[in-house]
């Protein structure tokens, strides 16, 4: 044999034999892709569709490692059956989450530095995080092909980007429109539905409101959290079987505090309509609902059913304002509390209705606000023009695409079909952020109008760049354009690692791109797996869905494996905030990697797994295990030459070890073409 025990220490050391083998598997080529390797070229590759992680390192904990290890199990095993694997790393390194994690480490905002300052910064950040995180990955024994990296704001990444934002609009899937949409006033950015989360449960006293009828007749009331939001009132309504008021269909209701003026004087209240609304419910408080602009989705829908007036009384910083209306009504309730935060005009209002006798009542509810999921901040609602892609309409579609999936865990499956069956909005990709993707728009200036380039001048940066002559050749002579300041979603590129790792912007273009890597990959598209955690199924994964049946009206990989979090030992998700966190480094560095993968491995997929150390360190004792029966194996076999036949006959025992081994094997085999690697273990 080309070993012998005595070439093996006595003792196992991880801290000298990880790093060595880590270096020497990479230097050996094996897990580099080989397109025109044998394998490939029968067809057997198996392409893995990595997430790309926020770039912002200082919040990995053990979690990660469990997920990524978990993946990368069942990707050592399709190499091991032969398969020309392709396993790429990304870095998503563009949006909110890589802003939010700047103005927190250096105190500043676009509101106080330049746009290339705080891009300058941005980059930096993202830059040293990833190769915190490629350290990492190496060191936990990641088998990535290291040569595919890409960063989600590289050219590369930006130009795919850009032509899809270009090839949805001529698909008529994107359209620019003024409408309400979901606001962080915190961030000063649009967010889309899944850029929202309920916030923590809080009382939100329900406020008791008298509204008097414009005819005299019996006052109304309704119930809201939101009393400075009266002013805004366009409309009550009801159930069209609401028995007070069916033999009343022009009814209407004077606003309270809508008669105050600026200067003192009191003049005349504003009327509004009562609607009849089949989705009002009868029975849930007053059976009157208060319909203003805008509190929240249900005042959208019925402002746009039934073509409401528009009264917008809330900026884009979160402050009350005051409205820019033709008359002064409701005036005097936002100068007094003009400029302040919603808390204080919420107090100032309450005040004043209950000072004006329009306040019935107080009562406790304790409940959740919708929040930004970035920065906990409520979400208020604007009206801005905003890039939307279509997606309501797709609804049926993208969940028979849901059903063509091979889930792993089969459950999993559920989660996205709850998603794509409650979404109520269509995805809003403009941001009003500095660092992500540009969008490739110039606006005419006398028209307003938007101008796209043609897909060979991408990518391009319309805040930097002069416009192409593809978009000049669009404008009559003398007449300028203006750029787009926006940037867009995060997710519009996330949702494109598939076609990034298959060069799908190049597929038709010979153009070199500054040395990145362009060559295209059609055959790992659709690729063959997607590996991520639950939590993102309704954003990287739905949109990653959306993305290619509007693209190219196909699946993006064959099948799903859907990993669980990694938990405190009290069964909490870990966090830095919490104060829980595990740092994966000084675990791999106490125990050795494989002894975290050994923890990470006793996870059944899908599965939230706690972190016990007692469970890192029985992975510690199993490798010392392993490596003193190797040990001993070797002084027993002495001169066994592998690969001859043994001249005795087997004993009753050798046939039965045999068998075992054969049947192990092939459980072990089916387990792992599951990706059930737990119970491979097992």
């Not at 790309?52 to 200082?58: E, K, L, R, T």
């Not at 850029?195 to 939100?204: A, I, K, L, S, Y």
């Not at 900026?315 to 005036?331: E, I, W, Y």
């Not at 043609?454 to 990518?459: G, M, N, V």
């Given at each position: ?360 009542g107080v009562s406790d509810n304790i409940s959740r606000a919708s929040v930004s999921e970035r ?65 490739p728009v110039w606006y005419r200036e006398d028209t307003g109008e938007a101008v796209l380039p043609s897909e060979a001048d991408l990518p391009l940066d ?221």
């Amino acid at each position: 044999m080309s070993a012998n025990h005595e070439e093996l220490p006595k003792k196992y050391d991880f801290q000298s034999v990880e790093p060595r083998w880590t270096t020497a598997w990479e230097d050996s080529g094996v897990y580099r892709y080989d397109p025109s390797s044998e394998a490939a070229r029968a067809g057997k590759t198996f392409s893995i569709d990595t997430p790309p992680p926020y770039v912002s390192a200082a919040h990995l904990h053990v979690g990660h490692a469990m997920s990524y290890s978990q993946a990368e199990f069942v990707i050592r095993y399709k190499r091991m059956r032969g398969y020309e694997v392709f396993y790429p790393m990304g870095f998503d390194d563009n949006g909110l989450p890589t802003e939010r994690y700047v103005e927190k480490k250096y105190k500043v905002h676009k509101g106080n530095s330049s746009r290339k300052e705080f891009i300058d910064l941005c980059l930096q950040e993202t830059q040293s995080g990833a190769e915190v995180y490629k350290e990492l990955w190496r060191r936990l024994g990641l088998s990535v092909d290291w040569r595919m990296t890409y960063s989600t704001i590289a050219p590369r990444a930006v130009e795919h980007a850009q032509k899809s934002f270009v090839d949805l609009v001529k698909k008529s899937r994107i359209e620019r429109r003024a409408d309400p949409i979901l606001w962080d006033p915190r961030m000063q950015t649009a967010l889309a539905q899944t850029d929202v989360e309920p916030g923590p449960e809080v009382n939100r006293p329900l406020h008791q409101l008298r509204f008097d009828r414009a005819d005299d007749g019996e006052a109304g009331l309704i119930d809201t959290t939101r009393p400075e939001l009266v002013t805004a009132c366009v409309a009550l309504a009801c159930h069209p079987d609401d028995s007070r008021f069916a033999s009343s269909p022009s009814l209407r209701f004077l606003v309270p505090l809508t008669d105050l003026r600026a200067d003192g004087s009191v003049g005349e209240r504003r009327s509004v309509p009562l609607i009849f609304d089949e989705a009002v419910d009868p029975e849930f408080g007053t059976g009157l609902m208060m319909v203003c602009t805008f509190g929240d989705q249900e005042d959208i829908i019925k402002w746009r059913t039934h073509g409401l007036e528009t009264r917008l009384v809330i900026g884009a910083d979160g402050r009350m304002k005051t409205p820019d209306l033709p008359s002064l009504d409701g005036q005097r309730v936002h100068v007094l509390a003009k400029g302040s935060k919603l808390p204080e005009a919420r107090l100032a209002a309450r005040e004043l209705l209950e000072e004006h006798g329009y306040l019935v009542g107080v009562s406790d509810n304790i409940s959740r606000a919708s929040v930004s999921e970035r920065s906990g901040t409520p979400v208020e609602i604007q009206v801005v023009p905003q890039w939307f892609v279509k997606l309501i309409d797709l609804k049926d579609e993208l969940i028979e695409r849901g059903r063509q999936l091979r889930w792993h865990p089969a459950f999993m499956r559920d989660r996205y079909e709850h998603w794509v069956d409650g979404l109520k909005w269509d995805w809003n990709i403009s941001r009003q952020r500095f660092y992500g993707v540009p969008f490739p728009v110039w606006y005419r200036e006398d028209t307003g109008e938007a101008v796209l380039p043609s897909e060979a001048d991408l990518p391009l940066d319309p805040m930097v760049d002069e416009p192409p002559a593809s978009v000049r050749s669009q404008v009559p002579q003398g007449v300028a354009l203006i750029a787009e300041e926006d940037v867009m979603d995060t997710w519009m590129t996330s949702s494109l690692t598939p076609l990034i790792n298959a060069n799908w912007a190049f597929w038709d273009k010979d153009a070199p791109h500054d040395g990145q890597d362009v060559q295209p990959r059609p055959e790992i598209y659709p690729m063959g797996v997607r590996v991520q955690a639950f939590e993102i199924i309704r954003t990287w994964l739905f949109y990653t869905v959306a993305k290619s049946h509007m693209h190219n009206n196909l699946l993006p990989w064959r099948d799903v494996m859907i990993s669980g979090w990694g938990l405190d030992k009290k069964g909490k998700k870990m966090s830095k905030r919490l104060g829980n966190f595990v740092d994966p480094k000084g675990v791999v560095e106490k125990y050795s990697a494989d002894s975290l993968r050994y923890w990470a491995a006793g996870a059944t997929l899908g599965q939230d797994l706690r972190y016990l150390e007692d469970d890192v360190r029985g992975g510690k004792r199993l490798l010392t295990k392993l490596w003193n029966s190797t040990r001993f194996a070797l002084i027993s076999i002495g001169d066994y030459e592998p690969n001859t036949m043994a001249t005795s006959t087997p004993t009753a025992a050798d046939r039965w070890i045999r068998a075992r081994i054969r049947q192990t094997a092939i459980e072990a085999t089916a387990h792992f073409e599951g990706y059930e690697y737990s119970k491979a273990l097992r």
